[in-house]
Nanobody, 127 residues
Framework: QVQLVESGGGLVQAGGSLRLSCSAS????????MGWFRQAPGKERELVAA????????YYADSVKGRFTISRDNAKNTVYLQMNILKPDDTAVYYC????????????????????WGQGTQVTVSS
């Protein structure tokens, strides 16, 4: 198994930027496809971005395309979410998740495809 710990959340004004980090334990981080989810109060958890095991493929929700960038550094066992031009609608708890399934090109797009979850980090964007 792998343990995931998110960091980097906080309070920012609209238009600002944050970079979230997700640090993973274990020696096989490169064998996990990773994703970032977010959940606002009263709303369902939604996929924000995903990245394949090697980082060669990425996915973004339409709501964040052009503003967010997911990346990974397998040598550091870390996946990042760079968030720019933040909007109040981005306010949520952001979760890091991973799965060992699929090929090196696999992009897991459903919550049911993820096996490991972090505890989340709060992102609040004021207007």
């Amino acid at each position: 198994q792998v343990q995931l710990v998110e960091s980097g959340g906080g309070l920012v004004q609209a238009g600002g930027s944050l970079r979230l980090s997700c640090s993973a334990s274990g020696r096989t981080f490169s064998s996990y496809a990773m994703g970032w989810f977010r959940q606002a109060p009263g709303k369902e958890r939604e996929l924000v971005a995903a990245i394949s095991k090697s980082g060669s493929r990425t996915y973004y929700a339409d709501s964040v395309k052009g503003r967010f960038t997911i990346s990974r550094d397998n040598a550091k066992n870390t996946v990042y979410l760079q968030m720019n031009i933040l909007k109040p609608d981005d306010t949520a708890v952001y979760y890091c998740a991973g799965t060992s399934g699929g090929s090196i090109f696999y992009l897991p797009l459903g919550q049911e495809n993820y096996d490991y979850w972090g505890q989340g980090t709060q992102v609040t964007v004021s207007s």
